[in-house]
């Protein structure tokens, strides 16, 4: 059975695709979540992929991870990376190896997108890659982790 990573993603992520293109782009939540599983798989890891709009069920999935003892977490909490304590403090507590992602640049828009309490919880943050974000965080934490890319060599 392949280790696992958790995919979350936070409000209004739902809405990619159509949610102010210019900013996120034209990709679904759907391609986000296809992005992920490949490149898990590319690792031999499988992606668990979920999203809410609650802050609460987001929580509930970072225990969950936990419960299910999870290989790693990567992390879109949208807006509530910039004013959720309890989402940070749920990260710290289950001390899974995490990375924080965002779609779009968040020190390049408006003040109070600045700061990241889920960063803080994170061993990596990534923005504005765009949903290539997701690829190159899911490529960092499997380094973090030591799963290997299938048909890699491993170096001795």
Same mark, same amino acid.
């Given at each position: !059975?392949? %280790?696992? /990573?958790?995919?979350?993603?936070?409000?209004? +992520?739902? !809405?990619?695709?159509? %949610?102010?293109?210019?900013?996120?782009?034209?990709?679904?939540?759907?391609?986000?979540?296809? +992005?992920?599983?490949?490149?898990?798989?590319?690792?031999?890891?499988?992606?668990?992929?979920?999203?809410?709009?609650?802050?609460?069920?987001?929580?509930?999935?970072?225990?969950?991870?936990? @419960?299910?003892?999870?290989?790693? /977490?990567?992390?879109?909490?949208?807006?509530?990376?910039?004013?959720?304590? @309890?989402?940070?403090?749920?990260?710290?507590?289950?001390?899974?190896?995490?990375?924080?992602?965002?779609?779009?640049?968040?020190?390049?828009?408006?003040?109070?997108?600045?700061?990241?309490?889920?960063?803080?919880?994170?061993?990596?943050? +990534?923005?504005?890659?765009?949903?290539?974000?997701?690829?190159?965080? /899911?490529?960092?934490?499997? @380094?973090?982790?030591?799963?290997?890319?299938?048909?890699?060599?491993?170096?001795?």
């Amino acid at each position: !059975m392949a %280790r696992t /990573i958790y995919v979350l993603n936070g409000p209004n +992520l739902n !809405m990619l695709g159509t %949610r102010e293109p210019e900013t996120y782009g034209r990709a679904t939540l759907a391609d986000v979540e296809k +992005l992920c599983a490949d490149t898990a798989g590319d690792f031999g890891l499988a992606a668990d992929c979920r999203q809410s709009n609650r802050e609460g069920e987001l929580i509930d999935f970072i225990h969950d991870a936990h @419960a299910k003892k999870a290989a790693g /977490i990567v992390i879109n909490a949208g807006g509530y990376s910039h004013t959720s304590v @309890a989402l940070h403090d749920a990260l710290v507590a289950v001390n899974i190896p995490t990375v924080e992602v965002h779609i779009s640049n968040i020190h390049a828009r408006e003040d109070f997108r600045h700061h990241s309490f889920t960063a803080r919880a994170a061993f990596a943050s +990534l923005c504005g890659f765009g949903i290539d974000g997701y690829r190159l965080a /899911i490529n960092g934490l499997a @380094a973090k982790i030591g799963a290997v890319k299938s048909g890699a060599k491993v170096k001795s």
